[in-house]
């Protein structure tokens, strides 16, 4: 049974609450846009908006959904200063055409590496450098390019659920868990936000009660609890919808502004979230070290999973397995058993694509998002992506694949057909990149 130390966590699901908003409709709060705008966006800087990746709310996108351990409470213990952690991430897929979202929740303690850290848990980078270095860290692991951010604190959950009179929810077994907060009754009932934000949060009591896999339960009643708020906001009138998305404005932080939300909320118009949200998390191998847990990724089931995520499929090819479904309550889906639910049916379980080698892509040609683009691709075909940088100059015109001596020749003209440009170069020691291979994307990639 797997025990860690205990600490408080925010609810990652509720944070997709953004997502619901997304996909419900804001023409109640129209009249209030000018002061929703400024709250939304307050706390987003530039090296966020650096961070991001253009594209068009048409388009299916990539948005990182983030809850931070902040909150009334702990701004005025001063036990935390101004640290705080993103304990809980989440990378959503928002498919307007398909009107489909796909949440992927990211194990915290996995174990990445973080542009001029090294490698370490992939909630650090939140410490470091705040939301821009978690949205280039989390782009960089799933290898695809984000387009929006938004991020969450414990009070903004509870206010969120209470804005719309509670959720309904089938709570699997009784939880009493003075970590998470309290308890919460088994059973079928209608929960407010102390409650949901309790139930959210409990890991120990599925421990304790000889369940194991604590997190995995966590995770599963967080995807339940995440359908039942966007049930509820589907059925809302306009007076509900407005008091909740005036409850959301106060708690949360983004780059989206009501108008891009009210036409994401178009496009996504008929969406049903019992059956048109797929969720799932990031498949790992759990290692006790030195005291501590760490996730490990399964690179292979990684890229398997992103690559169907990123052609609108379900995260597993069996597709019960990845429905959310109100939210998989027997806690049987996580790290391992994910990956093998990924690789379990998979046709060429990628051995058509790459096979893990490492790969750093640079941009040479100065167009925002491009490096993160062709990442995207490479990992998506089985590659390991190990940066995403800036070239030395912007002043490629056109694309190079470098590999050292001693490496294949023929991986870099597989990765430069992949690419659709590239010319396969040996490094003749004026190179320096982490890996086998590198990529500086020139002037003629079209991603």
Known sequence: MRSRKKRKKVIVGVVAA?????????????????????????????????????KSLAEPFYMLLMGTDKSQERDASGEYGDSYRSDSTMLARIDPVQKKVTLISIERDTLVNIEGYGVGKINSAYTYGGPALMVKTVSQFAGVPISHYAEINFDGFKSVVDALGGVDVNVPITID????????????????????LILCRARNAYEEAGYGGGDYYRAANQRMVLGAIAKKLLASDPATMA???????????????????????????????????????????????????CEYSNNEAWAAMMKRIDQGLSPTPDESASMNNGGVTDGSIGGEAVAQAVLNGEESSLSDYGHGEQVEVQN?????????????????????????????SYNYSKTLVI???????????????????????????????EGSYLVIVGKDYKG
């Open 364 to 392: 040479g040609s100065g167009v925002s998002g491009v490096a993160a683009t062709a990442a995207s691709t490479l990992t998506n075909k089985g590659y390991d992506v190990t940066n995403t940088l800036d070239a030395d």
């Open 18 to 54: 953004v997502v619901a908003l997304a996909v419900i409709g804001v023409g109640a709060a129209f009249a209030y846009m000018g002061v929703l705008n400024g709250k939304l966006s307050k706390g987003i800087d530039e090296d966020t908006q650096l961070a991001l990746t253009d």
């Open 243 to 293: 008091s909740t998305i005036t409850a959301l404005c106060d708690y949360i932080t983004t780059d989206m502004s009501v108008s891009d939300i009210a036409a994401v909320a178009n496009s996504m118009r008929g969406m049903d979230p019992s059956t048109d949200i797929y969720s799932t998390m990031n498949p790992t191998t759990s290692s006790y070290e030195d005291g501590v847990w």
């Open 177 to 196: 868990d003075a970590d998470a907060g309290g308890h919460v009754d088994a059973g079928e009932q209608t929960i407010n936000g102390d409650q949901a």
């Open 403 to 433: 590999y050292d001596k001693g490496t294949d020749e023929s991986v870099a003209k597989s990765i430069a057909k992949l690419l659709g440009c590239g010319t396969p170069t040996v490094n003749d020691g004026s190179y320096t990149y």
